[in-house]
């Protein structure tokens, strides 16, 4: 690189602030769109992985009238004789609606005396000790679900509505800290009884059952025999839930699409602008070849001035994105995700930069942008320099 051609390729910059700036602030703008639009389906993604990363490998739930139901706890000891589960578990889950805050919250009843549990609530909660709980109603809730409890007064407890409308009031025990903010934006976890009380589900049945396979290769074939032992039950195993999201977000990533093509003419629109060189540019190419300058030279120069402002505006649009979404919480791009019938507590993107995406936004512009420059000035150098400078 020869510091002088840079330093004359800064100054030409100059010459044309005016466009040049008004250029590179339309394409600053048209990667920030892209780049926001990849960075929130990124960052959504890896929630939701990262969730499905913690889900059993089986789900087992019965339907009745073509919805699900709730399923007999029993069928969890016929379930572990299934040769290749590792242990089969009920649970006790379902959905409540705060209305004051227009958001569900989603009950889960657990042993908290079940070592696994009492290991894994001591990471995630501190100071938190069970058995000063044992004879009170108490709940621990999520962030997501803190921050709505507080911002609708509620400090110490929460009142809920009972299925025969009597009011119930349980303690705020503590908060914990999901994987997720997914998880823990909507969760509130119970002792099993209580559960069972909000929820309205006798003992001996349960929202689901859960199961642990070995071999992750004999997971299809267990649940297949699931099936085949209870025909009224539907089975889903972790793959089928992974699929079913993947396909959700090439479904959501098609609303885009329209976006995307909007600013993909808009840009090919501002590389045809681009592509039409000004009579003072001509006559300086001209001066440049009166001079004795070849012609690779000044397609050279005429590539670094467009890199330098394409390189800009790419950095300035990558800034303009991640403020965007991970400071601002993407407006208005989350919400196409979720839908307008999200009902459950705000969440916070979680950072994730994907280094590889942003090579691919950068491949996908700067290149393109920096050859739409390259047959203007090429026929703009094999113009006669008398002709040009007259």
Same mark, same amino acid.
């Given at each position: 690189?020869?510091?002088k051609l840079l330093t004359f390729a800064l100054e030409a910059i100059g010459r044309r602030g005016g466009k040049n700036a008004a250029v590179g602030i339309i394409f600053?703008?048209?990667?920030?769109?892209?780049?926001?639009?990849?960075?929130?389906?990124?960052?959504?993604?890896?929630?939701?992985?990262?969730?499905?990363?913690?889900?059993?490998?089986?789900?087992?739930?019965?339907?009745?009238?073509?919805?699900?139901?709730?399923?007999?706890?029993?069928?969890?000891?016929?379930?572990?004789?299934?040769?290749?589960?590792?242990?089969?578990?009920?649970?006790?889950?379902?959905?409540? %609606?705060?209305?004051?805050?227009?958001?569900?919250?989603?009950?889960?009843?657990?042993?908290?005396?079940?070592?696994?549990?009492?290991?894994?609530?001591?990471?995630?909660?501190?100071?938190?000790?069970?058995?000063?709980?044992?004879?009170?109603?108490?709940?621990?809730?999520?962030?997501?679900?803190?921050?709505?409890?507080?911002?609708?007064?509620?400090?110490? %407890?929460?009142?809920f509505i009972l299925p025969d409308g009597a009011m119930k009031k349980v303690e705020l025990a503590g908060t914990f800290a999901a994987g997720t903010a997914l998880q823990?934006?909507?969760?509130?976890?119970?002792?099993?009884?209580?559960?069972?009380?909000?929820?309205?589900?006798?003992?001996?049945?349960?929202?689901? &059952?859960?199961?642990?396979?070995?071999?992750?290769?004999?997971?299809?074939?267990?649940?297949?025999?699931?099936?085949?032992?209870?025909?009224?039950?539907?089975?889903?195993?972790?793959?089928?839930?992974?699929?079913?999201?993947?396909?959700?977000?090439?479904?959501?990533?098609?609303?885009?699409?329209?976006?995307?093509?909007?600013?993909?003419?808009?840009?090919?629109?501002?590389?045809?602008?681009?592509?039409?060189?000004? #009579?003072?540019?001509?006559?300086?190419?001209? &001066?440049?070849?009166?001079?004795?300058?070849?012609?690779?030279?000044?397609?050279?120069?005429?590539?670094?001035?467009?890199?330098?402002?394409?390189?800009?505006?790419?950095?300035?649009?990558?800034?303009?994105?991640?403020?965007?979404?991970?400071?601002?919480?993407?407006?208005?791009?989350?919400?196409?995700?979720?839908?307008?019938?999200?009902?459950?507590?705000?969440?916070? #993107?979680?950072?994730?930069?994907?280094?590889?995406?942003?090579?691919?936004?950068?491949?996908?512009?700067?290149?393109?942008?920096?050859?739409?420059?390259?047959f203007p000035a090429w026929r703009a150098a094999t113009i006669d320099a008398d002709e040009v400078m007259r």
């Amino acid at each position: 690189m020869n510091p002088k051609l840079l330093t004359f390729a800064l100054e030409a910059i100059g010459r044309r602030g005016g466009k040049n700036a008004a250029v590179g602030i339309i394409f600053a703008l048209l990667v920030a769109l892209l780049a926001s639009v990849l960075l929130t389906s990124r960052s959504l993604q890896s929630e939701v992985e990262k969730t499905l990363s913690a889900l059993p490998d089986i789900t087992v739930q019965k339907l009745q009238g073509g919805r699900q139901g709730l399923i007999e706890s029993d069928r969890v000891y016929a379930i572990e004789t299934i040769p290749g589960v590792t242990w089969a578990r009920e649970r006790v889950w379902g959905y409540y %609606y705060f209305q004051n805050a227009g958001v569900n919250f989603t009950l889960v009843g657990l042993d908290f005396f079940l070592p696994a549990y009492e290991e894994s609530l001591n990471a995630a909660i501190r100071n938190f000790d069970i058995a000063t709980w044992m004879d009170r109603d108490f709940m621990i809730v999520g962030e997501g679900v803190e921050r709505t409890l507080h911002a609708n007064y509620y400090k110490e %407890y929460f009142n809920f509505i009972l299925p025969d409308g009597a009011m119930k009031k349980v303690e705020l025990a503590g908060t914990f800290a999901a994987g997720t903010a997914l998880q823990s934006s909507d969760t509130i976890l119970l002792p099993v009884t209580l559960a069972r009380t909000l929820l309205n589900a006798p003992e001996g049945l349960a929202t689901d &059952i859960t199961v642990a396979v070995a071999n992750p290769e004999e997971v299809a074939m267990v649940a297949t025999k699931i099936s085949r032992l209870y025909p009224d039950t539907r089975v889903i195993t972790k793959t089928d839930l992974a699929g079913s999201y993947q396909n959700l977000f090439d479904y959501k990533g098609g609303l885009f699409l329209s976006l995307f093509i909007t600013a993909l003419a808009s840009f090919f629109i501002l590389l045809l602008d681009k592509s039409g060189m000004g #009579l003072a540019e001509r006559r300086e190419i001209g &001066i440049l070849r009166a001079l004795g300058w070849r012609m690779e030279e000044v397609i050279r120069l005429k590539l670094l001035e467009s890199g330098i402002v394409a390189f800009t505006a790419y950095l300035l649009g990558i800034f303009i994105a991640l403020g965007y979404v991970f400071m601002l919480q993407a407006p208005g791009i989350v919400a196409l995700f979720e839908g307008y019938s999200v009902l459950k507590p705000a969440f916070e #993107l979680p950072v994730v930069i994907d280094l590889s995406l942003l090579g691919l936004i950068f491949l996908a512009t700067v290149p393109l942008y920096m050859a739409a420059v390259i047959f203007p000035a090429w026929r703009a150098a094999t113009i006669d320099a008398d002709e040009v400078m007259r």
